[in-house]
């Protein structure tokens, strides 16, 4: 009980000092516990900490380029979504092609051996 002496006197003293202000009219001072220096960047840190964190997982680039909303063209837009996507040509026409030049005989001889044989 001893060390907590000084610290109920302390706050009884706040306390006789906010109701003598109350009693005269006088503005009275909120106490916060948000408002010591070490609270302050505490939540600074945990702040910058965070958000250093984020860029590092989610691989942000820290440079200021990267903050300045930029609209791409169409041509950026496609580049870039081919280059992230590349496109594989699905379409039939090779096939189509392959019909045409062997007059559409390709269960014979002349289609199968160089199919299989790779000539």
Known sequence: MDDLTPLLNEKRRIYE????NLEHGRPVKRLSRYS????TFL?????WLSFVTYNLFFDVPLDADHFVP???TV?????????ENPLIDGHND??????????????????????????
């Open 17 to 20: 000092n906010a109701l003598d």
């Open 36 to 39: 010591s220096p070490f609270t």
């Open 43 to 47: 939540i600074l840190s945990l702040c």
């Open 70 to 72: 930029r609209v791409l």
């Open 75 to 83: 041509e950026e837009r496609a580049i870039k979504i081919l280059e």
């Open 94 to 119: 090779l096939m189509i092609l392959i019909r045409f030049l062997y007059k559409n005989q390709i269960y014979g001889s002349n289609f199968t051996d160089k199919f299989e044989k790779g000539e």
